[in-house]
């Protein structure tokens, strides 16, 4: 196929939103990184300031977004009671169980489970970058290996090289098997893969005429920032703010876009909340209710199982609570339970009603 110049972006919304808050994100904090490096050392800790931008305001909040998508929408909580229902029941009914026979298996399991997450949000930002491109069997496969590539490698290297400077949840969680001859393969495959990539792309740039932009982007920024993130740094602070911003600050901004073409239209059956949102000045009150919801949760986290950043919790801490081991086999799964529930309906929620959600290339918004 060939087209002629000027090639349409395959935008979502307006493209401004979409370059700052999806595609933006991993090549800004790889910046911050290197302007600031003594920051991002070898350590192993994360100072508060950092943790409640991070964490708190970035990782548990993006968890929460998902409520504009599911929960807070009238016509679909109606249409999917029994998913929107059922996951969590049965979410918390298994984490009980595995947490009952080690607290080790619950936290390598929901480690797990996220990182799949992980991977496959950066794989479906690849498909809404190419929904506009004609349909090539061999350059979307190319495609599709690359950012597996560009995920899973990196999660290879953890698992096969040294113990690394941080985790994904909890000390252990990730299984470590010390391998330099899998790490070795890993390796040369991770870059035939690359330079495959490079190859198509030139291939399809002179076929085409076109260069999708938004597409490149997103898998360049999901190769340098799972790779500088998990091989080239130990430390946590740069793990933690490459994987974070990342992934939560595009996911809350995808969930943004949604909220504004589908609950802002005259011919929209949203309720008024929904409307109030995501107005044009509903931006405050989208955020301030994913943090609040955030804090409320982290704090009983630390009250109850963590207690490691009182300062920050301190609303919290005017009682002190003990919590048995037994005890803590149903606070611990049911204090997970949105992450949890996040991970797995993530995967249906963006087939719900999907004729209702028309990826505009004309961002009309």
Same mark, same amino acid.
């Not at 391998?179 to 002179?206: D, G, M, P, Q, R």
């Not at 993130?229 to 990342?246: E, H, K, P, Q, W």
């Not at 589908?262 to 059956?269: A, G």
């Not at 949890?340 to 995967?347: C, L, N, S």
């Given at each position: 196929?060939?087209?002629?110049?000027?090639?349409?972006?395959?935008?979502?919304?307006?493209?401004?939103?979409?370059?700052?808050?999806?595609?933006?994100?991993?090549?800004?904090?790889?910046?911050?990184?290197?302007?600031?490096?003594?920051?991002?050392?070898?350590?192993?800790?994360?100072?508060?300031?950092?943790?409640?931008?991070?964490?708190?305001?970035?990782?548990?909040?993006?968890?929460?977004?998902?409520?504009?998508?599911?929960?807070?929408?009238?016509?679909?909580?109606?249409?999917?009671?029994?998913?929107?229902?059922?996951?969590?029941?049965?979410?918390?009914?298994?984490?009980?169980?595995?947490?009952?026979?080690?607290?080790?298996?619950?936290?390598?399991?929901?480690?797990?489970?996220?990182?799949?997450?992980?991977?496959?949000?950066?794989? #479906? +930002? @690849? =498909?809404?970058?190419?929904?506009?491109?004609?349909?090539?069997?061999?350059?979307?496969? !190319?495609?599709? $290996?690359?950012?597996?590539?560009?995920?899973?490698?990196?999660?290879?290297?953890?698992?096969?090289?040294?113990?690394?400077?941080?985790?994904?949840?909890?000390?252990?969680?990730?299984?470590?098997?010390?391998?330099?001859?899998?790490?070795?393969?890993?390796?040369?495959?991770?870059?035939?893969?690359?330079?495959?990539?490079?190859?198509?792309?030139?291939?399809?740039?002179?076929?085409?005429?076109?260069?999708?932009?938004?597409?490149?982007?997103?898998?360049?920024?999901?190769?340098?920032?799972?790779?500088?993130?998990?091989?080239?740094?130990?430390?946590?602070?740069?793990?933690?703010?490459?994987?974070?911003?990342?992934?939560?600050?595009?996911?809350?901004?995808?969930?943004?876009?949604?909220?504004?073409?589908?609950?802002?239209?005259?011919?929209?059956?949203?309720? #008024? +909340? @929904? =409307?109030?949102?995501?107005?044009?000045?509903?931006?405050?009150?989208?955020?301030?209710? !994913?943090?609040? $919801?955030?804090?409320?949760?982290?704090?009983?986290?630390?009250?109850?199982?963590?207690?490691?950043?009182?300062?920050?919790?301190?609303?919290?801490?005017?009682?002190?609570?003990?919590?048995?081991?037994?005890?803590?086999?149903?606070?611990?799964?049911?204090?997970?339970?949105?992450?949890?529930?996040?991970?797995?309906?993530?995967?249906?929620?963006?087939?719900?009603?999907?004729?209702?959600?028309?990826?505009?290339?004309?961002?009309?918004?």
């Amino acid at each position: 196929m060939t087209s002629s110049l000027p090639y349409r972006q395959p935008w979502v919304g307006k493209p401004w939103i979409e370059i700052i808050f999806i595609l933006l994100p991993p090549f800004a904090s790889l910046l911050f990184i290197f302007l600031f490096p003594s920051m991002f050392r070898d350590n192993k800790d994360i100072p508060d300031t950092w943790w409640v931008i991070l964490i708190l305001l970035i990782d548990v909040a993006h968890v929460y977004s998902t409520l504009y998508r599911t929960y807070f929408d009238r016509q679909i909580f109606h249409q999917q009671k029994g998913l929107l229902f059922g996951i969590p029941f049965i979410a918390f009914i298994a984490g009980v169980v595995f947490y009952s026979i080690s607290s080790i298996l619950f936290w390598r399991l929901l480690a797990y489970v996220a990182v799949f997450h992980f991977v496959r949000q950066q794989y #479906g +930002f @690849l =498909r809404v970058y190419s929904r506009k491109e004609e349909k090539n069997n061999w350059y979307n496969r !190319i495609d599709s $290996l690359t950012i597996y590539a560009a995920t899973v490698y990196p999660l290879l290297y953890w698992h096969f090289s040294d113990n690394r400077n941080f985790n994904w949840f909890t000390e252990g969680d990730f299984v470590n098997v010390k391998s330099a001859t899998l790490l070795a393969v890993a390796t040369t495959l991770y870059w035939l893969t690359i330079a495959l990539y490079l190859v198509k792309e030139v291939v399809f740039c002179f076929s085409t005429r076109s260069i999708n932009l938004p597409r490149i982007t997103v898998i360049a920024g999901t190769a340098l920032s799972w790779y500088f993130g998990i091989v080239y740094f130990n430390g946590d602070m740069a793990f933690t703010l490459l994987n974070v911003v990342s992934h939560g600050v595009p996911y809350m901004a995808l969930i943004w876009l949604y909220g504004k073409k589908n609950y802002t239209l005259p011919t929209s059956k949203a309720g #008024g +909340f @929904l =409307r109030l949102v995501f107005s044009q000045y509903g931006v405050l009150l989208f955020v301030g209710i !994913i943090f609040l $919801l955030a804090y409320v949760e982290e704090g009983l986290w630390d009250i109850a199982v963590w207690k490691e950043r009182a300062n920050v919790f301190a609303a919290f801490h005017f009682i002190k609570v003990n919590v048995s081991d037994k005890m803590l086999a149903f606070i611990v799964p049911l204090l997970a339970l949105p992450q949890i529930t996040h991970y797995v309906i993530d995967g249906y929620i963006w087939r719900i009603r999907k004729d209702n959600f028309k990826w505009n290339s004309e961002a009309k918004d």
